[in-house]
C-alpha cells in the first residue's frame, strides 16, 4: 500500500483554481469531421498487411485476422509458465502468489477483452469469427482454471504462508480471487461442481437467445386487432411491426396500442425468462446461498439483500409525494391542454412530460442543438479535464490498419506537468449499419497494472456511442442526452486512464458494480452545470457563444420530473430483487402489478409483458439498484468536492489520487470516506439521492 501512496504527484503547471485560457489540440475542428478526411488511411475494406501496417491497435500480430491465433497460443504459453511458477518450490520464496494469479488473469484479460470487443465490433468477417473462437477459447481455458482445485488450494494456502509479505492490498485481492473460485462452485463435490458448470453453461445460452428476442419486434395480423384500435391501420402496414413502446403521437388510441403491442405475451421468451430465474436460484443453492441476490451482492458496498430493499424502500418513500405532485401536472396537462377524459397511463409520459417542458421553459431543440457540435461538446470535455486533473486530450494520427473502421479517432491522455502518457481512447462515435449494438459503453482493450519493471501497463480503452454521423455541411450535433451519454462514456475512460493499482484484476473500472458507475455518473453533473456550459457551449460555424438563459432553461429542464425517473428505477431494482430473491409460485407478471402498486404512482397495465423487453431485469441479475447506489455516491462527491467551484484542481487532484486511481483496490466506502472525510453511510445515500429530486 505504501508504495501506492508514496508515488510522485507532478507539479502543476498552472495556478489553482485558474482555467486555462488555450488548449494543446484543436479537437473541435477535428471532431467536426469524419477522421478519414484528414488522415491519408488504407482503403476499406482491409487490404493485405503491407510492412507498414501497425496492426490492430498497435499489436503487430493482428496485421490479419490470423494473428488472433498467435496471440493466443503465445498468451497459454505464458499462462502455463506461470502455472509452474506458482506450483515451483524454488519460486515460492521469490514473488506472492497473487501476483502470480494477477499476471495469469492479465494474459487472458488482454487477449478475452481484445477478442470480446473485436467480435461484437469489428466489420470484417473474418476478424469477427476468428476473435469469436478465441474468445471461445479462452473462456474454456478461464472455466478449467476456475475449477482446477490445486490452484485454488495453492492461493488459499498462500493467505497463511505469505501472511508476513502481505499487505492489506494482497490480501484484499487475493480474497477477490478466492470469492471468484467459490462463485464457480470451486469448493463443490465432483459431482455437484459439474452440475455447476452445466447450468453455467445453459444460462449463458439462455442469457444470449433472451438478449436477441428482446429486441425482435412484435408483429400483429390485421386479423387479430382489436377493433377499437382499426384506425392504426393508417399508420401501419400488414403485418403490423412495432419495435418501440412509446410513439410520439398526439393520437392517445395510438401511443396506447404500440405500447400493449410491444408488451404484449412471448410464450417463448417468458420461457427463457423462467428458466434463467430459476437457473440462478439453483446455482445459488448448491453454492449454499439463500438466494441469487444474496450470491450477487456478496462484495457490494449494500453486500446482502434487507440492506439492499432498506435503501429502496427509504428512497421511495421520500420521493413518493414529490412524484404524485409530478404525475399530477402531467394529469392536468392531459385533461386541459390534450383535451383527454381519460386517466394518465404510462404510454403518456414521455409525450406529455416533454410538451409541458417545452411550454414552460418556452425551449425548443433548435434553440441550442447548433451550440453543442461534437466537437464543441470535446473541447468542452477537454477544458475540464484540463481544469481539474491537469491532463489533456490530444488527437493521434491512425497508423494503416491501426483501427476497425474509417470512422474512429484515437486521442491519447497527456499528464500536462511533464507530456507522459496515460494511455488511449479510440473513440467509435458514429451509427453505423453495422454495429453491433445502438447501447452507449466503454470497452477495456488493455487495463493499467505495476509490471514486475515497476512501470504501468498502458491502458487502452474503446468508447462506443451511437451519434449520427456529420452531414455535408454540417458537423454533428448532440441533443442533451447525447452529451450526457458522451460525458457519461469519458467518466469510464478517465478510471481507466488514471488506474494506479498493483493488480489489474482491480483496476480502473474492475471495482464492485455499484461503484463503477461512480466516475461515470459524476462526469454527468458537469454538463447539466449551466457555469460549465456557458464556458464551451459555441456555435459550430460562427463560434458564437449560446446566450445564459437558453442555457440556464437547459439546465432547468433536466430537473423537471426527475422523480418519476427515480421512481421507475426504484420500481424496476425491487423488481429484480424480488426475481432473484424470492421463491414465488405466481405469475411473473403477478409479481410486476403487486410491486407496482407498492412503489409505483401509475398503475400496471394488464396483460403488458415488460419485464420480457427489459433486458436490465436478467442483465444486472439482482445488481440493478447499484446504478442508483453509484448515482447517490457520485451526487456526494459532487457536493462536498465539485459543487462550489467545478474545476476546482485541488479537488480533482484529491479525487484522482485518493478515489480514481485505487480502482477496486480497496473498500468502496474506504475510498469515499478518505476522499470527503467522513463516514457515508445508507441513509447519507438516500438523502444525497433524493435531495434534488
Ligand atoms: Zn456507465
Given at each position: ?65 490470423e ?6 497460443k ?19 520464496n ?8 494477477d ?54 494456502d ?8 502481505l499487505?492489506?492490498?494482497?490480501t484484499r485481492?487475493?480474497k ?9 462452485g470451486i ?12 447450468i453455467?453453461d ?44 412509446y410513439?410520439?403521437?398526439?393520437d ?20 427463457f ?16 446461498f ?10 457490494m ?68 442543438l447548433?451550440?453543442f457540435s ?5 473541447e ?13 486530450l490530444?488527437?493521434q ?14 486521442l ?16 467509435d ?7 453491433f ?16 519493471d ?11 456511442l ?6 455535408k ?18 467518466g ?9 493499482t498493483?493488480?489489474?484484476?482491480v483496476s ?18 458537469y ?11 459555441k456555435?459550430?460555424a460562427?463560434n458564437?457563444?449560446?446566450d445564459?438563459?437558453?442555457?440556464e ?11 418519476c ?29 403487486k ?9 400496471y ?6 419485464h ?24 456526494k462527491i ?12 485541488t479537488?480533482?487532484e ?5 478515489l ?18 467522513i ?15
Amino acid at each position: 500500500m505504501l508504495r501506492l501512496l508514496s508515488r510522485k504527484v507532478g507539479s502543476l503547471v498552472y495556478p489553482v483554481n485558474q482555467v486555462r485560457p488555450r488548449f494543446k489540440s484543436q479537437l473541435s475542428v477535428a471532431f467536426n469531421q469524419i477522421p478519414a478526411t484528414k488522415m491519408s488511411r488504407l482503403k476499406f475494406p482491409f487490404v493485405s498487411p503491407s510492412s507498414s501496417s501497425s496492426g490492430l491497435f498497435g499489436k503487430k500480430d493482428l496485421c490479419s485476422y490470423e494473428g488472433f491465433y498467435e496471440l493466443e497460443k503465445q498468451a497459454e504459453l505464458r499462462v502455463k509458465g506461470l502455472i509452474n511458477e506458482a506450483f515451483s518450490q524454488e519460486s515460492a520464496n521469490k514473488r506472492k502468489m497473487v501476483e502470480i494469479f494477477d499476471d495469469i488473469s492479465n494474459e487472458l484479460c488482454c487477449v478475452a477483452d481484445l477478442a470480446e470487443f473485436v467480435r461484437t465490433s469489428h466489420p470484417n468477417d473474418n476478424y469477427r469469427q476468428s476473435a469469436n473462437l478465441i474468445f471461445s477459447q479462452i473462456s474454456q481455458m478461464v472455466e478449467r482454471l476456475n475449477t482446477n482445485l490445486e490452484l485454488y488450494v495453492k492461493l488459499k494456502d498462500s493467505l497463511d504462508t505469505e501472511k508476513s509479505k502481505l499487505d492489506e492490498c494482497d490480501t484484499r485481492v487475493c480474497k477477490l480471487f478466492l470469492a471468484d473460485f467459490e462463485q464457480s462452485g470451486i469448493h463443490l463435490d465432483r459431482s455437484s461442481r459439474s452440475k455447476f458448470v452445466a447450468i453455467n453453461d445453459q444460462l449463458v445460452n439462455l442469457l444470449m437467445k433472451f438478449q436477441i428476442n428482446s429486441q425482435q419486434p412484435s408483429l400483429i395480423n390485421v386479423n387479430d386487432l382489436d377493433p377499437k384500435y382499426q384506425h392504426v391501420l393508417k399508420y401501419f402496414r400488414d403485418p403490423i411491426q412495432v419495435d418501440t413502446m412509446y410513439i410520439n403521437s398526439d393520437d392517445e388510441l395510438i401511443r396506447e396500442f404500440v405500447y400493449k403491442s410491444f408488451l404484449q405475451e412471448n410464450k417463448v421468451q417468458e420461457g427463457f425468462f423462467k428458466s434463467i430465474i430459476s437457473k440462478r436460484k439453483e446455482i445459488a443453492k448448491l453454492c449454499g446461498f439463500e438466494s441469487y441476490s444474496h450470491r450477487a451482492n456478496i462484495n457490494m458496498i449494500m453486500d446482502s439483500p434487507p440492506k439492499i430493499v432498506k435503501f429502496l424502500d427509504q428512497c421511495s418513500k421520500v420521493i413518493e409525494q414529490k412524484s404524485i405532485d409530478d404525475y399530477e401536472k402531467m394529469s392536468e396537462f392531459k385533461r386541459t391542454k390534450l383535451n383527454s377524459s381519460q386517466p394518465l397511463h404510462q404510454w403518456d409520459v414521455p409525450i406529455i412530460s416533454s410538451r409541458i417542458k417545452k411550454t414552460l421553459l418556452d425551449l425548443d431543440r433548435s434553440q441550442y442543438l447548433n451550440y453543442f457540435s461534437l466537437g464543441t461538446c470535446m473541447e468542452g470535455l477537454n477544458l475540464i479535464l484540463n481544469n481539474v486533473f491537469n491532463v489533456n486530450l490530444e488527437m493521434q494520427k491512425l497508423k494503416p490498419d491501426e483501427s476497425w473502421h474509417s470512422d474512429i479517432y484515437k486521442l491519447a491522455v497527456k499528464e500536462n506537468s511533464n507530456n507522459s502518457l496515460l494511455g488511449y481512447i479510440y473513440c467509435d462515435f458514429y451509427q453505423r449499419a453495422e454495429k453491433f449494438s445502438n447501447v452507449d459503453c466503454h470497452f477495456t482493450i488493455q487495463c493499467s497494472k505495476l509490471r514486475q519493471d515497476n512501470t504501468y501497463q498502458l491502458p487502452i480503452v474503446v468508447l462506443h456511442l451511437n451519434f449520427p454521423p456529420p452531414g455535408k455541411d454540417r458537423p454533428t450535433l448532440l441533443s442533451f442526452e447525447m452529451m450526457e451519454n458522451l460525458f457519461h462514456e469519458f467518466g469510464h475512460a478517465m478510471h481507466s486512464m488514471f488506474a494506479k493499482t498493483r493488480y489489474q484484476h482491480v483496476s480502473g473500472t474492475r471495482c464492485s458494480t455499484d461503484f463503477a458507475e461512480v466516475p461515470s455518473q459524476l462526469m454527468e453533473f458537469y454538463c447539466r452545470d449551466p457555469r460549465i456550459l456557458k464556458k464551451f457551449a459555441k456555435h459550430y460555424a460562427t463560434n458564437e457563444p449560446l446566450d445564459d438563459r437558453t442555457i440556464e432553461k437547459l439546465c432547468q429542464s433536466k430537473k423537471m420530473f426527475t422523480s418519476c425517473e427515480l421512481q421507475n428505477q426504484i420500481l424496476n431494482s425491487m423488481l429484480d430483487q424480488a426475481f432473484h430473491l424470492e421463491d414465488f409460485s405466481e405469475r411473473p407478471v403477478d409479481i410486476i402489478e403487486k410491486y407496482t402498486q407498492k412503489y409505483h404512482h401509475l398503475p400496471y397495465v394488464k396483460d403488458t409483458y415488460w419485464h420480457l423487453r427489459y433486458t436490465h431485469l436478467v442483465g444486472y441479475g439482482a445488481k440493478y439498484y447499484s446504478y442508483l447506489v453509484s448515482k447517490a455516491i457520485a451526487s456526494k462527491i459532487w457536493s462536498e468536492c465539485f459543487e462550489k467551484d467545478p474545476l476546482n484542481s485541488t479537488a480533482g487532484e484529491l479525487y484522482r489520487k485518493k478515489l480514481l486511481e485505487f480502482g477496486g483496490e480497496k473498500q468502496p466506502m474506504e475510498l469515499i470516506s478518505s476522499l470527503i472525510g467522513i463516514d457515508v453511510g445508507s441513509s447519507n445515500l438516500v438523502d444525497s439521492l433524493t435531495k434534488n429530486i
